[in-house]
């Protein structure tokens, strides 16, 4: 079974500022997805960025980027010129690639702060 | 596009009663998910649907659990007699079948509390 781990329960960061945000995760498969997704104090979660597992290239969102090893099985967050609008929740999920949209494999969560 | 809504928003219940939680996805959206989220954790997998058909079922997911999407349109999430454990964010999420970029969008939940 796959499993998500995000070891930083919660990160504080100072406005105008960048903030990184780990993620790793374990599976047998070679081709699956990744995300990050966003869940602010009392509304849903939305989705900030996504990765495939066969592009080689990190994707990027405006502010936000990623930082994808595929033999390390890390896939960190990047948060640049960090707002107030960014202090959420933040998980890290997992989705295997076979059969469709399958469900996700999330992690326990880092709580983001923005200081202002 | 209107979202995933979901109701009701919150649910307070006694132990032993019986509570249902509906989901209405975005609208052409074949499949449809249930999750779990309690405090301090990640959502967790709970069952999901294509059109009307169930085709997973977490090991979460007990017999006091059943969850339904007849017409495969909205979906249902019954527990019957609940238990103080089952206190919860209960999460609904839609995308398309396939397509590696079809996203999950996820509802604003339900928050059971069980006394």
């Known amino acids: 079974a796959q499993t998500v781990t995000q070891s930083q329960p919660e990160m504080s960061v100072q406005e105008a500022e960048t903030v990184t945000l780990s993620c790793t995760y374990d599976?047998?498969?070679?081709?699956?997805?990744l995300f990050w997704y966003k869940q602010p104090p009392s509304r849903q979660m939305i989705l900030v960025i996504r990765?495939?597992?066969?592009?080689?290239q990190n994707a990027t969102e405006n502010r936000f980027s990623v930082n994808f090893q595929k033999a390390a099985k890390s896939f960190s967050l990047k948060i640049s010129d960090s707002q107030l609008g960014d202090a959420a929740m933040y998980f890290c999920?997992?989705?295997?690639?076979?059969?469709?949209?399958?469900?996700?494999?999330f992690g326990k969560g880092t709580r983001l702060s923005v200081i202002a | 596009d209107t979202g995933v809504s979901q109701n009701p928003r919150h649910k307070i219940t006694k132990r032993g009663q019986n509570v249902t939680f509906r989901c209405d996805p975005i609208?052409?959206?074949?499949?449809l998910y249930w999750y779990r989220q309690t405090l301090g954790q990640g959502p967790e997998f709970l069952t999901y649907?294509?059109?009307?058909?169930?085709?997973?079922k977490s090991r979460l997911l007990s017999d006091r659990f059943s969850a339904e999407r007849p017409k495969g349109s909205f979906s249902t999430l019954e527990i019957q007699r609940t238990e103080q454990g089952d206190s919860a964010m209960y999460l609904c999420?839609?995308?398309?079948?396939?397509?590696?970029?079809?996203?999950?969008?996820f509802g604003p939940g339900t928050r059971l509390t069980v006394l």
């Open positions: 999420a839609s995308s398309r079948l396939a397509g590696a970029r079809n996203e999950q969008f």
């Open positions: 599976t047998s498969e070679s081709d699956y997805y």
């Open positions: 990765q495939e597992a066969y592009k080689q």
């Open positions: 999920a997992y989705r295997s690639a076979n059969s469709g949209n399958t469900p996700l494999v």
């Open positions: 609208s052409e959206h074949n499949r």
């Open positions: 649907f294509q059109n009307e058909a169930q085709l997973e």
